[in-house]
């Protein structure tokens, strides 16, 4: 199945992980911690407090500066977005909409960090399964939004775990990518 198809199915918290997922493996653009999301993810474990969670992790990263040099405005705005997207009220709407600009949003920010050429295509193409000439970064990224989606679909809240550590996974990559272009640009 494509990204596209597995978020036309995914139910509400399968949504909110996709979603939470993405902007938790852009943090480093947002200057945040790796545990400044941790709270979010109990909630879609719990089922409560999202909307106090929510409010207390954009206070957090409001009030930090994402990394001197880190990346450009485009790729810092992009992250940005996706935090002031997160809906209060997670209805399976409102999730949607949000999950599906998070997915767009970071495969956009894989690509303007990746090295390698992506190819001529819009983003929306490797989420409708066009992958032909992907690069390196974005496969990968694409492969955690797939896999996050599947294992939460599976699993329920069960899965939310391991969609954590793939999240993990993701940010850590994130963090070296943004390091190594401050290097380079020192």
Not at 103 to 120: E, F, K, T, Y
């Amino acid at each position: 199945m494509s990204l596209v198809e597995l978020i036309a199915e995914a139910d509400e918290r399968g949504l909110a992980a996709s979603g939470l997922a993405c902007l938790d493996r852009c943090v480093p653009l947002l200057g945040g911690d790796d545990e400044v999301l941790r709270p979010l993810w109990a909630s879609l474990v719990e089922g409560r407090e999202w909307e106090e969670r929510l409010a207390k992790a954009r206070a957090e990263l409001g009030a930090a500066d994402a990394e001197p040099g880190a990346a450009e405005d485009e790729v810092c705005g992009l992250a940005r977005r996706m935090l002031d997207a997160v809906p209060a009220q997670p209805s399976a709407g409102a999730l949607r909409e949000w999950a599906d600009a998070c997915s767009v949003a970071a495969l956009q920010i894989h690509r303007l960090l990746d090295a390698a050429d992506d190819g001529p295509g819009p983003v929306s193409a490797r989420r409708e399964g066009r992958t032909e000439g992907m690069s390196p970064l974005v496969a990968a990224e694409l492969r955690r939004q797939v896999t996050v989606l599947e294992l939460v679909a599976s699993h329920g809240a069960g899965g939310l775990r391991r969609a954590l550590d793939v999240s993990t996974e993701g940010r850590r990559v994130l963090r070296a990518v943004v390091s190594r272009r401050a290097r380079g640009r020192a």
